[in-house]
Nanobody
């Protein structure tokens, strides 16, 4: 199977920066798309940023110009550089990946990480 592990969350003041990482491990043949989602209590999980294997990225309007998503394909790792953080960015951030899994045959599956808390104080 495949595991996604996020790191880099924490507490930061408004205007500050954080960098999240998500590393995939396991029976990976290749990773298609990797994405960051976030969720606050009582609300639906929302897409923050997404990047394909070629490096093409897209962002939620609320984070454009402040967040940058990137990935290191050789190490199956995705990053989210978050600058100019706002209190409304406070959420649990989840990593999501569409993975081609190497088993007896190749199959495509979706995985989620366990989440990392980001808290932005005003």
């Amino acid at each position: 199977q495949v595991q996604l592990v996020e790191s880099g969350g924490g507490l930061v003041q408004a205007g500050g920066s954080l960098r999240l990482s998500c590393t995939a491990s396991g029976s990976i043949f290749s990773i298609n798309r990797m994405s960051w989602y976030r969720q606050v209590p009582g609300k639906q999980r929302e897409l923050v940023a997404s990047i394909n294997s070629g490096g093409s990225a897209n962002y939620a309007d609320s984070v454009k110009g402040r967040f940058t998503v990137s990935r290191d394909n050789a190490n199956n790792t995705m990053y989210l550089q978050m600058n100019s953080l706002k209190p409304e960015d406070t959420a649990v951030y989840y990593c999501y990946a569409i993975v081609v899994v190497r088993q007896i045959s190749l199959s495509t599956r979706q995985y989620w990480g366990q989440g990392t808390q980001v808290t932005v104080s005003s």
